[in-house]
């Protein structure tokens, strides 16, 4: 079962576009981000996830993501021990999220 989210927008229509970062839980996303996902239509949209972890890999969420959002776009994610903006700039440059 998955937790109730609080202070949802009302919709995300408007966004083409969707950045969406947390925590690595146990080798994937919180259920509090599957939540997120079930509670809006996805499609025809990019959804670029980030995360943190010492030490799971991004992949499992990557895995997941697309599996709730099948027709969204789910460009390459970011796994980050610490922040370090070379590294997020790299990343940016490398996904072009703009196009």
Known sequence: MHPELTNLPDDIDKYDVIYIGFPIWWYQEPMAVDTFLESYNFDSKTIIPFCTSTSSSIEQSMTSIQNICPQ?????GLRLQQANETEIDQWLQNINPGN
């Open 72 to 76: 969204a776009t789910v460009l390459e």
